[in-house]
């Protein structure tokens, strides 16, 4: 084949490759854990943990997911209003051990 041949051919392929690479990351490439509608309340006897993740590259949106005391999985709609408490719950835990490490800190006696 004549060097302009492969030229042309190698773009033409280079193309489509990144075509389809831009149609996976744009498209439906997302894998959140809650797929389904979230639970808008679930009653705190019923929680035995719960873990909250942030978007991320994988999942845009936040999740929060219950393991309930029977072991069941459960997501949690964060806009909603128990949600939020738990968002807000979970900053200012953050929030306080931040400020308990900087009070131990202080206590320390430098050398």
């Known amino acids: ?3 302009a041949t492969l ?3 190698f ?3 280079f193309a489509l490759t990144a075509m389809l690479c831009e149609g996976r990351i744009e498209g439906k490439a997302e894998r ?3 797929q389904k509608k979230a639970q808008e309340r679930v009653r705190h006897a019923l929680v035995k943990s719960l873990v909250i993740f942030p ?3 994988s999942c845009a949106k936040t999740e929060i997911i219950l393991t309930l ?3 069941m999985k459960v997501c949690l709609n964060p806009e909603g209003n128990q949600g ?3 968002l807000s719950g979970n900053k200012q835990k953050k929030k306080s051990k931040g400020q308990h490490n900087n009070k131990q800190n202080k ?3 430098q050398n």
């Open 1 to 3: 084949m004549k060097a």
């Open 69 to 71: 005391k029977q072991g």
């Open 55 to 57: 978007p991320s590259g």
């Open 7 to 9: 030229t042309v051919l």
């Open 107 to 109: 206590d320390k006696p």
């Open 32 to 34: 959140c854990s809650c």
């Open 11 to 13: 773009v033409i392929i």
């Open 84 to 86: 939020q408490k738990f």
